[in-house]
């Protein structure tokens, strides 16, 4: 088992990745404070998988009551997380009682909140059941629920007591959920870890099988990163920036097709692809280093294709997401592969003659 510690001002936790570990949940709480009972919050999916195995070991050393929520992306609202707050309140949830979350990041997002609301704030354990999740949502304490009129509107910061990261639990994972994954751990790479990068690049193929030692050292170089970078900036004011190479476009995407067409994964796929052509455009990045990240991306699987936005339209979303501070164009570019940096100004026409040139090859 590989431990890596979080230390943010709300205090320091441990992310403890390694296969089979999820069935020691229960014991893996001893590190904590005592605790008078546990809510395991999962999903009727999560649970036929893995519910069980997490449950029977909860259920040795704590009082466990297990509450599912239905985990689509349209139950991540305030209504759900009501629900669950009511769930604990008849259940009798005390200041000291403990939430596990085990799912994806919509179980986690919602059990978070919920976590972070209820009692004014109770512990949470994330046991991150998607790849998405264990790189990147179940770290960094950031909550929330979608409203009508926009996603994660409502929310906090929460951060876990603890994250035990189970890489078996992948297999059960729909191949496209697990390539949506992938797309993060390249991004990983792309902001801050060439040896990752070109670790994926020589041994792609075994990580997309999910060979045990390949599947780890990636987790574990990911989770590291994580880690990192939300230590030194927890509540994401500069540092934790970076995170969002490939994301403005990505949000873009993502809103320009109602959230129907990609994972968010996916649509980080394409924003790489996106910001990496932009950030040649801008003469920050050698063209070779733009088509390695290109070629990486696309190996990873085929991505749904580019819808037909016009690129006024798809300026206009750009500028929407939150990144693009007070109008002007914000985004996050790279320098070479490991190393990004953040660009205030950029040049509006270099986003739209991106775009085109995307949109006409994106089409096959
Ligand atoms: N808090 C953060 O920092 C953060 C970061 C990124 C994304 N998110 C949020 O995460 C959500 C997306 O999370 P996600 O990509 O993990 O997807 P998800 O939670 O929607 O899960 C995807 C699907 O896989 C199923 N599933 C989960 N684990 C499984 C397993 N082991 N075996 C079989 N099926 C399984 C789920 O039931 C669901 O149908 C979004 O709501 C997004 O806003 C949050
Ligand atoms: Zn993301």
């Not at 929330?144 to 994660?152: D, R, S």
């Not at 792309?190 to 020589?202: P, S, T």
């Not at 339209?313 to 592969?337: F, H, N, P, T, Y």
Request: aromatic fraction near 6%.
């Amino acid at each position: 088992m590989k431990q890596f510690t979080v230390n943010t001002p709300s205090g320091a936790y441990a992310v403890v990745s390694g296969r089979g570990i999820a069935a020691r949940s229960g014991a893996l709480l001893d590190s904590l404070e005592p605790i008078s009972s546990v809510f395991l919050i999962s999903s009727p999916v999560v649970w036929r998988r893995w519910g069980r195995l997490v449950e029977e070991s909860l259920q040795q050393a704590h009082a466990t009551k297990t509450i599912l929520f239905d985990d689509r992306e349209r139950s991540k609202t305030l209504a759900t997380a009501e629900r669950l707050c009511r769930g604990l309140a008849q259940a009798g949830a005390d200041r000291r009682s403990l939430i596990v979350a085990l799912g994806g990041g919509v179980v986690g997002d919602v059990a978070g909140f919920v976590a972070a609301s209820y009692a004014r704030g109770i512990r949470i354990v994330q046991v991150p059941t998607t790849l998405l999740a264990q790189v990147d949502s179940s770290i960094g304490g950031k909550t929330g629920v979608n409203l009508p009129e926009g996603k994660n509107l409502v929310g906090a910061f929460h951060q876990p007591r603890l994250v035990i990261t189970d890489p078996k639990m992948l297999k059960t994972l729909p191949a496209r959920q697990y390539r949506a994954g992938l797309y993060e751990a390249i991004k990983y790479g792309v902001i801050g870890d060439e040896m990752l990068f070109r670790f994926l690049e020589r041994r792609l193929g075994e990580v997309l099988r999910q060979g045990p030692a390949a599947l780890s050292w990636v987790l574990e170089r990911c989770i590291r990163a994580k880690a990192e970078v939300v230590s030194a900036d927890e509540r994401e004011s500069g540092l934790r920036e970076i995170l969002n190479f490939g994301h403005t476009f990505a949000h873009a995407l993502e809103a320009a097709t109602r959230y129907r067409k990609f994972l968010h994964g996916e649509a980080v796929g394409w924003g790489m692809i996106a910001a990496a052509q932009l950030s040649v455009r801008m003469k920050l990045l050698a063209s070779e280093e733009e088509a390695r990240i290109a070629q990486l991306v696309r190996r990873v699987g085929p991505l749904p294709k580019l819808p037909a936005i016009k690129p006024e339209r798809l300026v206009e979303l750009v500028r929407a997401d939150k990144k693009a501070r007070s109008g002007r164009l914000r985004m996050v570019l790279a320098q070479r592969i490991g190393a990004v940096e953040t660009v205030e100004d950029v040049p509006e026409n270099l986003v739209k003659s991106t775009w085109r040139d995307l949109a006409a090859r994106g089409k096959s």
